[in-house]
């Protein structure tokens, strides 16, 4: 496993083959990344792509009366802005930082023309593409047919995917905006899972104590997404 003080910290980045690696390492710059940190706001030009390696990112769907709700997150598996290379530029969601730590920032320009030429990275961005937009789509579907448990449970085991402990820290309110739900809503499923032993919350703090227990409660829209990334996004450096 490699250091999460490193950019290979990124499963992305850790896959690229040498020749790849080597085009673009120099210009890898490491930012720290504050939790509520916004990256980018809906319609903004996106001048740099980011890599997290410790720090979480939701990308959130903004409404005209300000609600909010979740419709990805990135962590340590993959990219934040493919706005840049799928051609639009800019998005309509917004990147904030759900889970502070580190990432690793790559200028707009130099991915735009390391993927314009085809090869192995462009490959490895368009199947992590296919992944996230299975994870929007699921998404969709679990706040569509699932109980706030469910959909609590999903996104704790999403969220622990992609860091390095099993702890994370959250408000109840960041929660349920994440979700798109009533906080009170996210406190009954909190003090669900609190009393059953799963999770320990405190003071904005969560730690999962019992993952099993977590995954027999989830829905099934958290195996649709974890098969779908771990089926596209390969374990060792992309041909």
């Not at 250091?3 to 896959?15: E, F, G, I, P, Y």
């Not at 930012?31 to 890599?51: A, C, I, N, R, T």
């Not at 997290?52 to 959130?60: D, G």
Request: charged share 20%; proline share 4%; with cysteine.
């Amino acid at each position: 496993m490699p250091s999460t003080d490193t950019a290979k910290a990124n499963h992305l980045l850790s896959v690229l083959p040498e020749a790849e690696w080597s085009k673009i390492a120099s210009h890898l710059t490491k930012v720290d990344l504050p939790l509520g940190h916004v990256l980018y706001e809906s319609g903004d030009k996106l001048d740099y792509v980011y890599f997290p390696t410790t720090a979480i990112v939701s990308l959130l769907y903004v409404m005209e009366n300000g609600a909010s709700a979740e419709i990805a997150i990135v962590g340590n598996e993959g990219i934040v802005g493919i706005a840049i290379f799928m051609g639009g530029e800019t998005t309509p969601s917004r990147a904030i930082v759900q889970s502070a730590g580190t990432a690793y920032k790559l200028s707009a320009r130099i991915l735009k023309k390391e993927f314009a030429s085809g090869g192995p990275i462009q490959r490895l961005l368009l199947r992590y593409t296919q992944a996230l937009i299975t994870q929007m789509a699921q998404t969709a579907v679990c706040n569509r047919h699932h109980s706030v448990i469910q959909q609590f449970c999903r996104w704790l085991l999403l969220s622990i995917d992609r860091l390095p402990s099993n702890q994370l820290k959250m408000t109840q309110e960041l929660i349920a905006n994440m979700l798109g739900v009533r906080r009170s809503g996210v406190t009954e499923a909190a003090l669900k899972l609190q009393s059953a032993g799963v999770i320990r919350y405190s003071h904005g703090n969560i730690e999962v104590l019992d993952r099993p227990a977590l995954e027999r409660s989830v829905c099934e829209c958290y195996g649709v997404v974890k098969r779908e990334f771990d089926r596209l996004l390969p374990n060792q450096p992309a041909a």
